[in-house]
């Protein structure tokens, strides 16, 4: 690997660490410079901006693959198996820790979103069949993050505890059952 390829991947690392970790507007250039232990100008050079490197760690983002899945069981499974394994130390990033770091930020909510949408939420759709399902699945993940790692409810099992994949599996496979009632109309 050249100089410069090391150079630009050390700032792809640390802008990742930094970026997802305490959020877009929360990180200024000289902190990801000083993380990766290059000057400063070399952000522009490699990337253009601070959201030019930003856009290049979404890159970064596990993509889901249709292909690897012949159901949407197999589907559960998998991100089942995702947030048992998620890093869970202070200061380490993870999918999931860019949304929640990122999503109410003006300035970087859009390519988050549109992130989150191309790697996760088209080929959830293609493999459950049906984007209602697919968005139920998704605001399931999105909110045992929270009440993890923001709220800390406490009805939520500790990672590592079985009634952890159990809880998070009963959120996933109700997603996938629901159906939609039409309204009664009251008379």
């Avoid at 959020?23 to 400063?40: K, L």
């Avoid at 088209?122 to 929270?146: F, N, Q, Y």
């Avoid at 800390?152 to 959120?171: F, H, K, N, S, T």
């Amino acid at each position: 690997m050249s100089k410069s390829e090391k150079t630009k991947e050390n700032l792809l690392i640390a802008g990742q660490r930094l970026f997802w970790t305490r959020g877009f507007s929360n990180v200024s250039v000289r902190e990801i410079a000083q993380a990766a232990n290059v000057d400063v100008a070399l952000i522009s050079r490699y990337f253009g901006s601070k959201r030019g490197l930003f856009e290049a760690t979404l890159e970064k983002l596990p993509a889901i693959d249709p292909e690897d899945f012949e159901s949407a069981e197999q589907l559960v499974d998998a991100i089942v198996e995702l947030f048992v394994t998620a890093p869970r130390r202070p200061g380490e990033a993870s999918a999931l820790t860019i949304i929640l770091s990122n999503a109410g930020d003006p300035e970087s909510s859009e390519p988050v979103r549109e992130a989150f949408r191309r790697k996760w939420g088209e080929p959830m759709d293609r493999i459950i069949g049906d984007p209602a399902k697919s968005a139920l699945m998704s605001a399931a993940m999105i909110g045992v993050s929270v009440a993890e790692k923001v709220l800390l409810l406490q009805g939520i099992a500790a990672p590592g505890d079985p009634a952890y994949e159990a809880q998070l599996r009963a959120m996933l496979e109700a997603a996938l059952t629901f159906e939609l009632v039409p309204a009664v109309e009251l008379a």
